[in-house]
C-alpha cells in the first residue's frame, strides 16, 4: 500500500510541470518506450480479467476444447502483461537515473554562477537539500509513481468502459460510486492543502537548525548548552510533527474511505447482477467477469491517487529546485579579459603560453599592462538598502603598496575586498584596477588577477599538495613546494606522516587552525597575483610563528600590491598606508608613525593592543 502524501502541493504548476518535462524530453525515447509497455501491461490485465466471462460461460456449457482455448489465451495475456510490466520497470529506472543526473548537473552548474548575496541569504542545510529531500521526491515520483500513474489510469478508464459493455444497468450504480469516490478525493485533498505548506517550512527549519548544531558542537559543549539545544530541537521536532498529522490525517482516509465505498459497491453489484442472472438479463459469464472488475475497481483508483499525491510532492520538490535554478545569475557585463603576453619587437603582444607576464585586453584589442593599481573613487556600498556600509570611501594603492585596514569589528574593512574582487557591486563611485573600472573587467579574469587569503580558512577532501594546488591547478610539485616554504608550512608538512600525501578531511579538522591558515597562505603563494589581498591572514597563528613568516610574507608580498586587514596592529607597521574605518568612513590615513604622532584612534587602537598583548 503505497504511503500518504508528506509534502506540499507545487504552487507554479504550468511552470514546474514545463521545466520537468523539459528533462523528461530529454530522453524521450526511453518514456515512450515505458508509456507503451506500461499500455501492454495495463491491457493485458483487463483483457486476462475479461477473459474470465468466455471461460465460465465454456465451463457452464461443458465445452472443454474451448475451456482449454481460454485458459490458454488467458495465460498468454497475463505473460505479456507481466514481461510488459518487467520492461517498464527496468527501462524507467534507467530513465530516471539519466533524469536525475541531469538535474543534478544543472543544479549544481548553476550554483556556481550564483552570486555570494545568494549564499550569504540561504542557509547552507537549505541549500543542500535541493540535492537531498527535493531531489529524492523528484527520484521517488519517477521511480515509483510515473508508471503507476499510467498504468492505473489505462485501468480505470478501462475498467469503467468493460463494465459498461458487460452491463450498462450494473454500471451505473458503479459510477455514482465512482462519483463519491472521487468527491472524498477532492474534499481531503482541499481540507490537508493548508498543512502542507507548514510542514515543508518545518521540515526546513529543522533540517537547519541539526545543521548549525552538528558543525558548532565545539562551542555547544563549551558553554554546556546540550539540554538548551535538547528543548529547542524538541519544539522543531514537535512544530513538525504537528504540521506532519495535520497534513496527513485527511490524505490516510483516502484509502480507507474509497475501499469502503468499493465494499459497498460491490455488495449491491453482486446481489442486482445474481436477480438480473436468474431473470436471464446477463449470462453467469459477464456476472462473474463483472464482479472481479468491481473487486477490482478501487485498487487503479487508490494506486491513482496515491500516486498523484506523489508525483504532486515531488513536483513541490522540482518546483523548489526550478525556483533556485531559476535564481538571476552573477551578472557579468564585462568586456576586458586578462591575458599572457610576451614582448615581440619591443612591443607586448598576446600568446598562449604561459609567461608570467599579464595585460588587460579591451574590446578593441588594446592592451593594458597588468600593474596592480588599484584606486576607490567616492564609493558608497550597503548590503540592504537604508543600512550604509561604507560611505565616500576614497584611496589609491599604487603598485607594490601595501595597503592596510584597521578598526572595530562592523567597519567596513573586508567590505572593502569584497568590491574589490566584485563579489558585490557598488551602489555610488567607482572601484578602478589599472585605470580600468571594474565592472569593465570579466568576473573570472578580475578574480585570476588576485590572491586573497580569508580569515576563515577553507580546506577540501583531498591531499595538502591537492589544497596548494587549488590556487593554480597545473602547479608543479616543486611550484607547489617552494609555495609551501614561502607560507613557512612546508616545515610542518613534511613531519607529517605522507608529507604532501597526507589526506586532508573534514575541512582540515585533522591539522590545527594555525596550520589551515599557513596552508591558505601556501594556496596564494602558489597563484603567483599580482594583487593579494590578506584577510586577517594570521588571526590563528600564534606570535612565534608569525615570526617565523614573516619574511617569506615578505618575499609572498614583493612587487605586488596588497590589501591587508588585521586586528593585528603589529602585522601592519610596515604598510605603506594605514586607513582606519569608523562607520564606513576612513577617518585617519597615513603610515605608522604618522598616525601615531597624530594620537588619534589609531593611537588608541595601537597602545590598547599593545597593553593585551
Not at 468491481?294 to 510532492?313: D, E, H, K, W, Y
Amino acid at each position: 500500500m503505497a504511503r500518504p502524501f508528506n509534502g506540499k502541493r507545487p504552487q507554479n504548476l504550468r511552470y514546474t510541470l514545463g521545466m520537468l518535462f523539459h528533462y523528461l524530453g530529454q530522453h524521450r525515447i526511453l518514456f515512450l518506450i515505458v508509456t507503451v509497455l506500461v499500455t501492454f501491461s495495463a491491457l493485458g490485465n483487463l483483457l486476462g480479467t475479461y477473459m474470465i466471462r468466455p471461460v465460465v460461460n465454456h465451463l457452464a456449457n461443458g465445452d472443454l476444447r474451448s475451456l482449454l482455448r481460454g485458459v490458454l489465451v488467458t495465460a498468454m495475456i497475463y505473460g505479456i502483461g507481466a514481461a510488459s510490466a518487467y520492461g517498464y520497470t527496468q527501462t524507467m529506472v534507467k530513465a530516471a537515473q539519466q533524469v536525475l543526473y541531469d538535474i543534478r548537473r544543472d543544479l549544481f552548474a548553476h550554483l556556481q554562477t550564483l552570486p555570494l548575496k545568494f549564499f550569504d541569504s540561504n542557509r547552507h542545510g537549505d541549500i543542500m537539500s535541493y540535492f537531498t529531500n527535493d531531489v529524492d521526491t523528484i527520484s521517488d515520483a519517477l521511480n515509483n509513481s510515473f508508471a503507476m500513474i499510467i498504468q492505473s489510469f489505462i485501468q480505470m478508464a478501462g475498467t469503467l468502459v468493460v463494465l459498461f459493455v458487460l452491463s450498462w444497468q450494473l454500471s451505473l450504480i458503479v459510477a455514482v460510486c465512482y462519483v463519491i469516490m472521487f468527491w472524498y478525493i477532492q474534499f481531503s485533498g482541499k481540507k490537508s492543502k493548508k498543512y502542507y505548506l507548514r510542514q515543508q517550512e518545518s521540515l526546513g527549519d529543522l533540517d537547519g537548525y541539526i545543521e548549525e548544531m552538528v558543525n558548532g558542537q565545539k562551542v555547544v559543549k563549551v558553554f554546556n548548552h546540550e539540554q538548551e539545544n535538547l528543548e529547542e530541537f524538541r519544539k522543531k521536532n514537535k512544530a513538525l510533527q504537528e504540521a506532519g498529522t495535520g497534513a496527513q490525517s485527511y490524505a490516510a482516509s483516502m484509502i480507507p474511505a474509497v475501499v469502503t465505498i468499493s465494499y459497498i459497491n460491490y455488495a449491491i453489484v453482486a446481489v442486482l447482477g445474481g436477480i438480473m442472472a436468474m431473470n436471464g438479463m446477463m449470462d453467469v459469464g459477464s456476472l462473474a467477469s463483472y464482479l472481479v472488475f468491481v473487486r477490482q475497481a478501487a485498487m487503479p483508483i487508490n494506486q491513482f491517487t496515491q500516486q498523484s499525491n506523489f508525483m504532486l510532492a515531488a513536483l513541490a520538490g522540482a518546483e523548489r529546485v526550478f525556483r533556485v535554478m531559476n535564481e538571476e545569475p552573477e551578472v557579468d557585463q564585462g568586456q576586458v579579459e586578462l591575458v599572457n603576453v610576451r614582448q615581440e619587437n619591443g612591443e607586448w603582444v598576446t600568446c598562449k603560453e604561459k609567461t608570467g607576464n599579464w595585460a588587460w585586453r579591451g574590446s578593441d584589442g588594446a592592451l593594458t599592462m597588468l600593474r596592480g593599481d588599484v584606486r576607490f573613487e567616492n564609493v558608497d556600498f550597503s548590503y540592504e538598502e537604508d543600512h550604509p556600509i561604507l560611505k565616500n570611501i576614497s584611496l589609491y594603492a599604487k603598485p607594490g603598496q601595501k595597503i592596510a585596514f584597521v578598526g572595530s569589528t562592523g567597519a567596513g574593512k573586508t567590505t572593502i575586498t569584497n568590491l574589490i574582487n566584485r563579489f558585490y557591486d557598488v551602489q555610488g563611485g567607482r572601484v578602478i584596477y589599472d585605470g580600468i573600472d571594474v565592472k569593465e573587467i570579466k568576473k573570472d579574469s578580475l578574480r585570476r588577477s588576485l590572491g586573497i587569503v580569508l580569515q576563515d580558512t577553507h580546506l577540501f577532501t583531498g591531499t595538502i599538495a591537492d589544497n596548494i594546488r587549488f590556487g593554480k591547478l597545473d602547479a608543479t610539485m616543486d611550484e607547489i613546494r617552494q609555495a609551501a616554504q614561502i607560507a613557512n608550512a612546508d616545515s610542518f608538512i613534511r613531519r607529517l606522516p605522507k608529507g604532501y600525501d597526507t589526506m586532508i578531511t573534514g575541512d582540515g579538522a585533522n591539522l590545527s587552525q594555525g596550520q589551515r591558515q599557513l596552508l591558505a597562505i601556501a594556496r596564494a603563494a602558489v597563484a603567483d597575483p599580482p594583487v593579494l589581498i590578506l584577510d586577517e591572514a594570521t588571526s590563528s597563528i600564534d606570535t612565534r610563528t608569525e615570526a617565523l613568516i614573516e619574511k617569506g610574507m615578505d618575499q609572498l608580498m614583493e612587487g605586488r600590491t596588497v590589501f591587508v586587514i588585521a586586528h593585528r596592529l603589529s602585522t601592519v607597521r610596515n604598510a605603506n598606508a594605514i586607513m582606519v574605518l569608523e562607520h564606513g568612513q576612513i577617518v585617519e590615513r597615513g603610515d605608522h608613525e604618522d598616525l601615531l604622532s597624530q594620537k588619534g584612534k589609531y593611537y588608541q587602537l595601537y597602545h590598547g593592543m599593545f597593553e593585551l598583548s
